[in-house]
């Protein structure tokens, strides 16, 4: 079945650890992106990338990194800098091409912090 | 800068009935407008998109409507079932911009 795949589903971090949460697509999408989700807030968009081997920050790229070597995969790396970490993070993609902009989202991944 | 509102935070209905919810923004130059669904702990799942040149789309017992003049939007839920118990996010996209705007949700709750 075609979606977006992402994992760990669950993953927990010590202070000054970078981890990676892994984003893969097999809908064939040119654009892909990632979202923070805290309690009481919108989502947020951390990077988006509308082509292979470019990308842009969103509203709160600090303390993240991501690549984009491969159409299907877009992995997010969250680093030390990053403060305040603990939260749920989404990866999404849409079809560039007939810019209709639907978004499709992935299960999410649930990043703790001890 | 585009600002997506969505009121109530919460709503609690009795099953069987009819309900609608709701969404508004306050930049009318919108591209489109996505409802989601999002069970506990779960991703979003895509319900209706709305193109700009629209006035509704539907899919079963939704029904979603915009109205870009008045910067709303509603999503109509027919004969409710306790299924149906999730949060409601709306987002905008705006011309020229990549990047969707969120609603905080509504967290709708059907009471068997």
């Known amino acids: 079945d075609g979606g977006i795949t992402q994992s760990p589903k669950y993953l927990f971090r010590k202070e000054g650890q970078n981890v990676t949460l892994s984003c893969e697509q097999n809908?064939?999408?040119?654009?892909m992106y990632w979202y923070r989700q805290d309690p009481g807030q919108g989502l947020r968009l951390i990077y988006y990338?509308?082509?292979?081997?470019?990308?842009q920050k969103g509203d709160i790229a600090e303390g993240y990194s991501v690549s984009r070597e491969k159409k299907e995969s877009f992995p997010l790396t969250v680093t030390s800098a990053q403060k305040n970490p603990t939260a749920f993070y989404l990866c999404a993609s849409s079809i560039q091409a007939t810019n209709t902009g639907e978004l499709f989202f992935g299960e999410g991944s649930r990043l703790t912090v001890l | 800068k585009q600002e997506v509102t969505q009121i109530p935070a919460a709503l609690s209905v009795p099953e069987g009935e009819n309900l609608v919810l709701n969404c508004s923004f306050t930049?009318?130059?919108?591209?489109?407008l996505q409802w989601f669904r999002q069970d506990p702990g779960k991703g979003l799942t895509s319900l209706l998109l709305?193109?700009?040149?629209?006035r509704e789309q539907t899919s079963g017992r939704l029904n979603a409507s915009l109205d870009k003049s008045s910067g709303r939007s509603t999503l109509y839920i027919a004969a409710s079932q306790p299924g149906d118990s999730a949060t409601y996010l709306c987002?905008?996209?705006?011309?020229?911009?990549?990047?969707?705007?969120f609603g905080t949700g509504t967290r709708l709750t059907i009471i068997p």
């Open positions: 709305i193109q700009s040149s629209q």
């Open positions: 930049d009318s130059a919108i591209y489109n």
């Open positions: 809908l064939n999408h040119d654009a």
């Open positions: 987002a905008v996209k705006n011309f020229g911009n990549e990047k969707l705007t």
């Open positions: 990338s509308q082509i292979v081997n470019d990308f």
